[in-house]
């Protein structure tokens, strides 16, 4: 039993749109898409491998090249850059409760809205004491610096 070279071109195609779900960038499908081009040519005419090879790169460039700037506009959708800072800028000036001390040289811990976060303070904090969000600490946005809050 022999396998038709359309067929062959078929699964290529297959492999190249499984490894654009895994790699990042946008690229491969083109391939994949060549792959298809060269596949349906080798299955309607006669042609040679070195054919239906140069008929692969022919239509994957082609496809890479007009059609990639335009898919990324469809597909990847639209950045709004400051939604991250908007949510961190929320949670300044609330009120937490200190779960593990804070000293000024021990980052601590504070339950804010059902969640536990790392603390840093100038001062001793004692666990159980209520403190209130000053800002966010830079470092990926998962510690804040407190200060006590009077009852």
């Known amino acids: 039993m022999e396998i038709s070279t359309s067929l062959i071109w078929f699964f290529v195609g297959v492999i190249f749109v499984v490894a ?17 081009v060269a596949s349906i040519f080798a299955w309607l005419f006669d042609i040679s491998l070195t054919g239906q090879t140069l008929i692969f790169l ?15 506009k469809i597909f990847k959708g639209k950045v709004i850059d400051n ?30 809205m059902g969640s536990f976060w790392r603390a840093v303070s100038d001062e001793i ?17 998962l510690t804040f610096k407190v200060k006590s809050t009077l009852l």
């Open 20 to 36: 654009e779900l895994m790699l990042p960038g946008f690229i491969v499908i083109f391939f994949a898409g060549g792959s298809f």
């Open 83 to 112: 939604i991250d800072d908007d949510y961190s800028n929320s949670k300044i000036g609330k009120r937490a409760v200190v779960t593990k001390k804070i000293t000024p040289e021990i980052a601590g811990e504070i339950k804010f």
């Open 58 to 72: 022919f239509s994957s460039l082609l496809l890479l090249f007009t059609l990639r700037k335009y898919s990324l």
């Open 125 to 141: 904090v004692e666990e159980g004491a209520s403190v209130t969000i000053e800002n966010q600490v830079s470092d990926n946005g």
